[in-house]
């Protein structure tokens, strides 16, 4: 069902004009179909074919909005993901109940040039896959309402076609060289909105207070939308505070509503702050009440101060506050960019739990449902245009830079969360012009930086990576990847001191390494002996490639899980004992899908997530929790690792990490003793115990206290003491079903039947019958091409209530079968 958002007004006839319906806004998810390729025309989109026509081609199906081109061939391993046009069509009933009322389409994002048509009437364009408009359809639907075709072929609906276009454009930003998919189609919510002839176009709301909280002031601009050039209109604005209770409230008549109008500037006592712990809302009404009728909305403020202190730490509201954050793709498994409203807050109120406070929406502006949720959840926010590598283009390129960071500003300009606009990322990555010029960056940063600050004097400017430019922005960060592209994880806060002396205000975003999720390792450090030191710690060129150039973890690490926990473990106790720190994001929340990663582990996946696509979470997720939360947990390390090994009396390390003050260990019922929580005692806090393994099923269990709370955490696994060699075989088993969905397991064995489990072979999987693999989600349980973890790979099958046959295959061993 089409999902209706009304809001209704009953006012009197204060005008002389009669009270009708106020603003409707109608998200239209349902009865679309699409097409993944060109049309000759618009007229191959509504032309009447019958039923059964042979002559009905290209064949469409039908799909729901949001709706990504990409949702699979993104991580399909085989083939590169389609970019070029696409189509959507639909027919609409539209009944707009203003009277010379207008009806538009309001697009939350589509990708990333998009033309609108009615009939066969092109009625807009836009160029941007992450910025919102609106197309204005009142007068084609006038148009074709009249016709005779209107009535007889389409029954009284509209016909809405809309093309969407992803195709590599070296004058478009983001540039293709950018380690994330380009994605096309309408792949957030497309609204049909009614309003009046005079509406709202947007309202400006800025909400100040002093850092200490003792005055406020409230300051609202508006915009208005008036195509039919309507002379005045009264505007009612009331204020509540986040209890509901009413501030204040003004009126006002305007004549002038064709350009920017001040509306109220109000000043206030001691207003409620909004804050990370405390994120308090105020609400904005409107009503524009004019001879069209009646316009109402609300918008949510917040009243909060911040500095980032030169040379110094940030502060919120005169405290400071350590910015603990990470960074968001829009990217999920199986749809790719078209991600729903309850999996955006899904995802958003994990982050909340794993203790972030502060985000870096990368490298793009996001869904309107993300900042809300920032606003709501108390995640302060860093937002930028996707002025991303490649270098500069020309005045086409330039001028949707300048387009799309005005679009980002206005539209995101009331959300209390927003504190960095950002204007680009790894803008010292040359590639799509054969003319790389450093000074030309340097002006068209300048031009951005000034036109960011002449949109919005109340938040500050950013950049990531690109020393040159460094002195332009508000807040610079410099690329640190200790520990993972270049140095020891050890070298971290060494590293950022010096960087930090080279800029006004320092920030550390990006940070972390790739895993492989439920790959895990007995000694994850093992590679950093080959690792040179002291030669700094940022990523250069051809460093996120496997192949090739000086000793790295990136490339010659193990992608365990073990190791990421313990860079992380290190970068987190490093943080703590840096004062000076503004704040730092790891890189990122969830694994994304890249087109220029085609040898990883998954596919055409950047793993650096601390949970899976999907949302699974990885080990690193609870070591954030450990120390970035207060809610009392604890977390034993290797909930997905079914088989550890080494030799008969051998102690191995279990590491706990939790946010209690203490914890006491126990193996196979037997206690090993309580440890004292000490975030500066390498690894895991000094939650870490070398215990005496027995041959075969072990349980480990941990009691954790903080203070009258009692946690706790178990896991089960095989001790495996037998040697072996390289695998030889593989065995493919049925282990799990649940209704529909079968789960298969493959595991490698040497020639001796032993498990190998340190294996880490290409595994494919492919099957013949009435299932389906349930691959292409950029998992490392959902895809049919992926490296072993711990010499095993898992994958689902969609049964259909049918037979089938799975098979897999690893280059050099003889393939296995199951049926199912």
Same mark, same amino acid.
């Given at each position: 069902?089409?999902?209706?958002? *009304?809001?209704?007004?009953?006012?009197?006839?204060? %005008?002389?004009?009669?009270?009708?319906?106020?603003?409707?806004?109608?998200?239209?998810?349902?009865?679309?179909?699409?097409?993944?390729?060109?049309?000759?025309?618009?007229?191959?989109?509504?032309?009447?074919?019958?039923?059964?026509?042979?002559?009905?081609?290209?064949?469409?199906?039908?799909?729901?909005?949001?709706?990504?081109?990409?949702?699979?061939?993104?991580?399909?391993?085989?083939?590169?993901?389609?970019?070029?046009?696409?189509?959507?069509?639909?027919?609409?009933?539209?009944?707009?109940?203003?009277?010379?009322? *207008?009806?538009?389409? /309001?697009?939350?994002?589509?990708?990333?040039?998009?033309?609108? !048509?009615?009939?066969?009437?092109?009625?807009?364009?836009?160029?941007?896959?992450?910025?919102?408009?609106?197309?204005?359809?009142?007068?084609?639907?006038?148009?074709?309402?009249?016709?005779?075709?209107?009535?007889?072929?389409?029954?009284?609906?509209?016909?809405?076609?809309?093309?969407? @276009?992803?195709?590599?454009?070296?004058?478009?930003?983001?540039?293709?060289?950018?380690?994330?998919?380009?994605?096309?189609?309408?792949?957030?919510?497309?609204?049909?909105?009614?309003?009046?002839?005079?509406?709202?176009?947007?309202?400006?709301?800025?909400?100040?207070?002093?850092?200490?909280?003792? +005055?406020?002031?409230?300051?609202?601009?508006?915009?208005? !939308?008036?195509?039919?050039?309507?002379?005045?209109?009264?505007?009612?604005?009331?204020?509540?505070?986040?209890?509901?209770?009413?501030?204040? +409230?003004?009126?006002?008549?305007?004549?002038?509503?064709?350009?920017?109008?001040?509306?109220?500037?109000?000043? %206030?006592?001691?207003?409620?702050?909004?804050?990370?712990?405390?994120?308090?809302?105020?609400?904005?009404?409107?009503?524009?009440?004019?001879?069209?009728?009646?316009?109402?909305?609300?918008?949510?403020?917040?009243?909060?101060?911040?500095?980032?202190?030169?040379?110094?730490?940030?502060?919120?509201?005169?405290?400071?506050?350590?910015?603990?954050?990470?960074?968001?793709?829009?990217? /999920?498994?199986?749809?790719?960019?078209?991600?729903?409203?309850?999996?955006?807050?899904?995802?958003?109120?994990?982050?909340?739990?794993?203790?972030?406070?502060?985000?870096?929406?990368?490298?793009?502006?996001? +869904?309107?449902?993300?900042?809300?949720?920032?606003?709501?959840?108390?995640?302060?926010?860093?937002?930028?245009?996707?002025?991303?590598?490649?270098?500069?283009?020309?005045?086409?390129?330039?001028?949707?830079?300048?387009?799309?960071?005005?679009?980002?500003?206005?539209?995101?300009?009331? /959300?209390?969360?927003?504190?960095?606009?950002?204007?680009?990322?790894?803008?010292?990555?040359?590639?799509?012009?054969?003319?790389?010029?450093?000074?030309?960056? *340097?002006?068209?940063?300048?031009?951005?930086?000034?036109?960011?600050?002449?949109?919005?004097?109340?938040?500050?400017?950013?950049?990531?990576?690109? @020393?040159?430019?460094?002195?332009?922005?508000?807040?610079?960060?410099?690329?640190?990847?200790?520990?993972?592209?270049?140095?020891?994880?050890?070298?971290?806060?060494?590293?950022?001191?010096?960087?930090?002396?080279?800029?006004?205000?320092?920030?550390?975003?990006?940070?972390?390494?790739?895993?492989?999720?439920?790959?895990? +390792?007995?000694?994850?450090?093992?590679?950093?002996?080959?690792?040179?030191?002291?030669?700094?710690?940022?990523?250069?060129?051809?460093?996120?490639?496997?192949?090739?150039?000086?000793?790295?973890?990136?490339?010659?690490? @193990?992608?365990?899980?073990?190791?990421?926990?313990?860079?992380?473990?290190? /970068?987190?106790?490093?943080?703590?004992?840096?004062?000076?720190?503004?704040?730092?994001?790891?890189?990122?929340?969830?694994?994304?899908?890249?087109?220029? *990663?085609?040898?990883?582990?998954?596919?055409?996946?950047?793993?650096?997530?601390?949970?899976?696509?999907?949302?699974?979470?990885?080990?690193?997720? !609870?070591?954030?929790?450990?120390?970035?939360?207060?809610?009392?947990?604890?977390?034993? !390390?290797?909930?997905?690792?079914?088989?550890?090994?080494?030799?008969?009396?051998?102690?191995?390390?279990?590491?706990?990490?939790?946010?209690?003050?203490?914890?006491?260990?126990?193996?196979?019922?037997?206690?090993?003793?309580?440890?004292?929580?000490?975030?500066?005692?390498?690894?895991?806090?000094?939650?870490?115990?070398?215990?005496?393994?027995?041959?075969?099923?072990?349980?480990?269990?941990?009691?954790?206290?903080?203070?009258?709370?009692?946690?706790?955490?178990?896991?089960?696994?095989?001790?495996?003491?037998?040697?072996?060699?390289?695998?030889?075989?593989?065995?493919?088993?049925?282990?799990?079903?649940?209704?529909?969905?079968?789960?298969?397991?493959?595991? %490698?064995? @040497?020639?001796?039947?032993? %498990?190998?489990?340190?294996?880490?072979?290409?595994?494919?999987?492919?099957?013949?019958?009435?299932?389906?693999?349930?691959?292409?989600?950029?998992?490392?349980?959902?895809?049919?091409?992926?490296?072993?973890?711990?010499?095993?790979?898992?994958?689902?099958?969609?049964?259909?209530?049918?037979?089938?046959?799975?098979?897999?295959?690893?280059?050099?061993?003889?393939?296995?079968?199951?049926?199912?």
């Amino acid at each position: 069902m089409i999902r209706y958002l *009304r809001v209704f007004v009953v006012l009197g006839s204060l %005008l002389g004009f009669t009270p009708v319906e106020a603003q409707e806004s109608i998200r239209l998810n349902h009865n679309w179909e699409f097409l993944k390729q060109d049309l000759g025309g618009i007229w191959e989109a509504v032309r009447p074919v019958g039923k059964g026509n042979p002559e009905s081609v290209p064949l469409w199906e039908a799909v729901n909005l949001p709706h990504c081109v990409n949702a699979r061939d993104a991580v399909d391993p085989d083939v590169n993901y389609y970019q070029g046009p696409s189509w959507y069509r639909t027919t609409i009933d539209i009944a707009n109940p203003y009277q010379n009322g *207008r009806t538009l389409l /309001h697009f939350e994002g589509a990708g990333q040039k998009t033309e609108v !048509y009615v009939y066969t009437t092109k009625v807009a364009s836009h160029v941007g896959g992450y910025d919102e408009w609106t197309a204005d359809l009142t007068t084609a639907v006038n148009a074709f309402k009249k016709t005779e075709i209107c009535k007889k072929q389409f029954k009284g609906k509209v016909p809405v076609s809309i093309r969407t @276009d992803n195709s590599r454009d070296l004058e478009m930003i983001p540039s293709d060289l950018s380690d994330f998919n380009i994605y096309g189609g309408i792949y957030r919510y497309l609204n049909l909105v009614y309003t009046p002839a005079l509406s709202m176009d947007k309202l400006f709301a800025k909400a100040e207070t002093d850092a200490a909280g003792k +005055s406020g002031k409230l300051s609202v601009k508006a915009r208005f !939308y008036n195509p039919l050039a309507i002379g005045e209109a009264k505007i009612v604005l009331k204020l509540t505070d986040p209890a509901g209770k009413l501030v204040s +409230s003004t009126e006002k008549k305007i004549n002038g509503l064709s350009t920017d109008t001040e509306l109220w500037d109000l000043q %206030l006592k001691k207003p409620v702050l909004w804050s990370a712990d405390q994120p308090l809302l105020y609400t904005l009404q409107y009503e524009i009440q004019s001879s069209a009728g009646v316009a109402r909305g609300t918008e949510k403020v917040g009243f909060r101060n911040f500095e980032f202190v030169e040379k110094g730490p940030f502060m919120l509201n005169g405290k400071r506050l350590l910015l603990r954050g990470t960074h968001r793709h829009e990217d /999920h498994a199986g749809v790719a960019a078209a991600m729903t409203e309850n999996t955006i807050r899904q995802e958003m109120i994990m982050m909340k739990e794993m203790g972030v406070n502060f985000i870096r929406l990368a490298h793009y502006q996001q +869904s309107r449902i993300v900042l809300n949720l920032c606003d709501s959840l108390g995640i302060l926010v860093w937002e930028e245009i996707p002025w991303c590598r490649g270098g500069l283009g020309g005045p086409v390129y330039k001028e949707q830079a300048r387009r799309m960071l005005t679009n980002m500003i206005e539209q995101h300009y009331n /959300h209390a969360s927003v504190i960095l606009w950002g204007m680009g990322n790894e803008n010292d990555w040359p590639g799509d012009f054969p003319e790389f010029d450093k000074e030309k960056i *340097r002006v068209f940063m300048k031009e951005l930086n000034d036109l960011s600050h002449l949109l919005d004097n109340s938040r500050l400017t950013a950049i990531r990576r690109c @020393d040159f430019c460094s002195d332009l922005v508000d807040v610079y960060s410099p690329s640190i990847w200790a520990g993972w592209y270049r140095g020891n994880y050890t070298d971290y806060k060494s590293v950022s001191e010096e960087e930090f002396k080279k800029v006004k205000r320092f920030i550390h975003v990006e940070w972390g390494g790739d895993s492989h999720a439920m790959r895990h +390792s007995e000694n994850p450090d093992k590679a950093l002996s080959k690792i040179k030191t002291g030669l700094g710690a940022d990523e250069r060129a051809g460093d996120a490639s496997l192949f090739g150039g000086a000793a790295r973890i990136s490339k010659d690490g @193990d992608w365990s899980e073990s190791y990421l926990v313990n860079l992380v473990d290190w /970068h987190l106790k490093e943080q703590e004992t840096m004062p000076w720190l503004s704040g730092t994001a790891y890189w990122p929340f969830k694994d994304f899908s890249t087109p220029v *990663r085609p040898d990883n582990p998954v596919p055409y996946m950047n793993q650096k997530g601390v949970v899976e696509r999907d949302l699974t979470k990885k080990e690193a997720y !609870y070591v954030f929790q450990s120390y970035w939360t207060d809610k009392p947990m604890v977390h034993i !390390y290797g909930h997905t690792w079914p088989v550890r090994w080494g030799a008969d009396g051998e102690e191995k390390m279990v590491k706990v990490y939790a946010n209690c003050t203490e914890a006491e260990l126990f193996l196979n019922g037997k206690s090993f003793g309580i440890k004292k929580r000490n975030s500066q005692d390498f690894p895991a806090a000094g939650l870490r115990w070398n215990l005496p393994f027995v041959k075969g099923e072990n349980v480990v269990s941990v009691i954790a206290k903080k203070g009258k709370v009692t946690v706790k955490d178990e896991i089960k696994f095989n001790y495996q003491t037998e040697k072996w060699a390289k695998p030889a075989k593989l065995t493919l088993t049925k282990i799990d079903q649940q209704d529909d969905i079968a789960t298969v397991e493959v595991r %490698l064995y @040497d020639d001796k039947n032993i %498990l190998c489990p340190d294996a880490m072979n290409w595994i494919n999987f492919s099957l013949a019958g009435e299932g389906k693999l349930l691959d292409n989600l950029g998992t490392s349980s959902g895809s049919r091409k992926v490296q072993a973890y711990n010499g095993r790979a898992i994958i689902k099958v969609k049964l259909n209530k049918g037979k089938s046959m799975v098979a897999v295959q690893s280059e050099g061993l003889a393939t296995a079968f199951v049926n199912l």
